[in-house]
Nanobody, 115 residues
Framework: QVQIVESGGGLVQPGGSLRLSCAASGFLFKVYTMNWYRQAPGKERELVASIIPTNYKEYLDAVKGRFTISRDNDKNVAYLQMDALKPDDTAVYYC?????????WGQGTLVTVSS
């Protein structure tokens, strides 16, 4: 069964950290580009970070220097380490896998940054 499951969201104070995990199963994880998207209330979904199979990474300008994407191809897991969180980072975060024309999505995990 093809599945992507996110975890690690929650409530954190401004300046705090969270690590999101994306557990993949049922497909050849190591050949997929893995992405983290987010969608804030009333806003469109936006691409936050990407990591391709060779570990090249790209980031949304707003999170550069604060977020780090990584992957473990042995465990079929992608991560998003989020540091120095701001209230503007509040959103549902989605894990996404892409390979050629195939695209897979998780159900999302809510991150709330508030004091």
């Amino acid at each position: 069964q093809v599945q992507i499951v996110e975890s690690g969201g929650g409530l954190v104070q401004p300046g705090g950290s969270l690590r999101l995990s994306c557990a993949a199963s049922g497909f050849l994880f190591k050949v997929y580009t893995m992405n983290w998207y987010r969608q804030a209330p009333g806003k469109e979904r936006e691409l936050v970070a990407s990591i391709i199979p060779t570990n090249y990474k790209e980031y949304l300008d707003a999170v550069k220097g604060r977020f780090t994407i990584s992957r473990d191809n042995d465990k079929n897991v992608a991560y998003l380490q989020m540091d120095a969180l701001k209230p503007d980072d509040t959103a549902v975060y989605y894990c996404n896998g892409k390979f050629n024309t195939r695209e897979l999505w998780g159900q999302g995990t809510l991150v709330t940054v508030s004091s």
